[in-house]
């Protein structure tokens, strides 16, 4: 059974920094195309950052919202099966449930999320 447990929130002040951890199990992790969604109160689930299995020449490839990009960086580790969200610079519109997602063809895995708090 597919399983995704995030770690890694908290509260932090305005311009710290956060590095979120999704450990995967139950399906073969090196296969799915990982994401980071987030949700802020009131709002609809936003895709945060994506990244690819790897593939010719163990490349594998990221990409990000807009509000993120230059601050946010994703990467993955497929001996450990984990997908990490390294976040900076944080701003408090950055205050969210951040959730790990796994996805391949018609597989579509969630974890429970993790509460990120940017507050002074």
């Known amino acids: 059974q597919a399983h995704l447990v995030e770690s890694g929130g908290g509260l932090v002040q305005p311009g710290g920094s956060l590095r979120l951890s999704c450990a995967a199990s139950?399906?073969?992790?090196?296969?799915?195309?990982m994401k980071w969604y987030r949700q802020a109160p009131g709002k609809e689930r936003e895709l945060v950052a994506a990244?690819?299995?790897?593939?010719?020449?163990?490349?594998?490839?990221?990409d990000y919202a807009d509000s993120v990009k230059g601050r946010f960086t994703i990467d993955r580790d497929n001996a450990k099966n984990t997908v990490h969200l390294d976040m900076n610079d944080l701003k408090p519109e950055d205050t969210a449930v951040y959730y790990c997602?796994?996805?391949?063809?018609?597989?579509?895995?969630w974890g429970q999320g993790t509460q990120v708090t940017v507050s002074s």
């Open positions: 997602n796994a996805l391949l063809d018609g597989a579509d895995y």
């Open positions: 990244i690819t299995p790897f593939g010719y020449l163990s490349t594998a490839y990221a």
């Open positions: 139950g399906f073969t992790f090196s296969k799915f195309h």
